[in-house]
């Protein structure tokens, strides 16, 4: 839910502070499908009035910034997992004297 302090802006307004963000156009149905299923399980915060959605500048950057945390998130178990491998063989081949 948006906090009541924000002004909603359509999906079509909302594409044009992504494109000032980040300088690419997007279309809208991109802002639809991150606010009705998300990316990565994040969703864009929005309300439905009627058959429109609406969403704030700010619930944009509070995806952005959930979506990055996301993305670190994704990562770090990978990096934990290859530096545990890497201090296994690190010291097999110690105890072989290499």
């Known amino acids: 839910m948006l906090p009541q302090n924000e002004?909603?802006?359509s999906m079509s307004e909302a594409r044009k502070a992504v494109q000032a963000r980040t300088g690419r156009r997007l279309d809208v149905s991109t802002l639809w499908r991150w606010a009705m299923r998300g990316v990565h399980g994040v969703r864009l915060e929005h309300i439905r009035a009627g058959r429109e959605l609406r969403t704030s500048r700010e619930a944009?950057?509070?995806f952005y910034s959930r979506l990055a945390d996301a993305y670190l998130n994704e990562r770090s178990p990978a990096t934990s997992i290859t530096s545990a491998t890497h201090a296994a063989?690190?010291?097999e081949l110690a105890?072989?004297?290499?």
């Open 95 to 98: 105890a072989a004297g290499l």
């Open 60 to 62: 944009i950057e509070r």
């Open 89 to 91: 063989a690190e010291k």
């Open 7 to 9: 002004k909603l802006v």
